[in-house]
DNA sequence: TTTGTTGCAAAGGGTTTGCAGGAGA
DNA sequence: TCTCCTGCAAACCCTTTGCAACAAA
């Protein structure tokens, strides 16, 4: 893959975020917005491909991206209020599967936990 | 709510559905058609309001809609072959979130688990 | 009769595609 | 030089909205 600017604007912007963003709002923090829209769309798609990013699809039907800071299996903890996210190790569901998987019938190859809540800092502004 | 021939027919396909479907899936099934397409949007919007039924957003970014079969807290398993879907009484999930919450310092206030496997016809059609 | 619903058409808005020009290696 | 990448514009397509006609109660 070629190294261009527009891919270092692309990966400098996720490397900063503390959440993730939609593809407006990377193109909004690239440095002179020097790219055209659909060019992040395609390096996003690519970098997602490559196992870099990770794309996540939240209620509101915008696809957001963020950098797989880890390799493992994790899941993801969103603030409610500020949208920050954080990475969570272990969910703790694997013990369930078992029980699952006999129940249901179903042998389960995967699973998608979203985790929501509020953050630290969010959580000293409202409770005061 | 009024009783229209619109809102019962959405409701029979929803009924009648052993997976989530598409909006364009639902008007496809109601006889004769006979309701347009933004009527189906508004019937869906509001009995997800009503909480009868329940929207699912998959990674086609193409919203699904099941009825809501038990009030109570549950998941999702659906076949990743032919989309059958069945409901998941126990995620166990309650037992790691106290550990979650003291290593993020977030207040974890809800969850969304979505599991994917291979349902049990489609296994024995795989598997021969 | 009153008021919520529907249908049509058009608009909205995030995402994708075609293609010619441009830049990396 | 040879590809790959970018930018522009337009197309796509799911979803929403405005508004007049209609139907449930």
Same mark, same amino acid.
């Given at each position: 893959?070629?190294?261009?600017?527009?891919?270092?604007?692309?990966?400098?912007?996720?490397?900063?975020?503390?959440?993730? *963003?939609?593809? @407006?709002?990377?193109?909004?923090?690239? #440095?002179?917005?020097?790219? &055209? %829209?659909? !060019?992040?769309?395609?390096?996003?798609?690519?970098?997602?491909?490559?196992?870099?990013?990770?794309?996540?699809?939240?209620?509101?039907?915008?696809?957001?991206?963020?950098?797989?800071?880890?390799?493992?299996?994790?899941?993801? *903890?969103?603030? @409610?209020?500020?949208?920050?996210?954080? #990475?969570?190790?272990?969910? &703790? %569901?694997? !013990?369930?599967?078992?029980?699952?998987?006999?129940?249901?019938?179903?042998?389960?190859?995967?699973?998608?936990?979203?985790?929501?809540?509020?953050?630290?800092?969010?959580?000293?502004?409202?409770?005061?």
């Amino acid at each position: 893959m070629r190294q261009t600017p527009q891919r270092e604007a692309i990966l400098k912007v996720l490397q900063t975020a503390d959440r993730p *963003l939609t593809v @407006e709002e990377i193109w909004a923090r690239m #440095e002179k917005r020097r790219s &055209g %829209i659909p !060019t992040v769309y395609r390096n996003l798609e690519r970098f997602v491909g490559e196992g870099w990013a990770e794309s996540i699809l939240g209620q509101d039907q915008i696809m957001r991206f963020v950098l797989c800071r880890s390799a493992h299996h994790h899941h993801h *903890l969103s603030c @409610e209020t500020c949208g920050k996210m954080v #990475e969570v190790d272990a969910c &703790g %569901i694997e !013990t369930s599967l078992a029980g699952m998987e006999a129940l249901s019938g179903y042998r389960i190859t995967r699973h998608q936990l979203h985790l929501f809540g509020i953050c630290p800092s969010c959580r000293a502004a409202i409770e005061g």
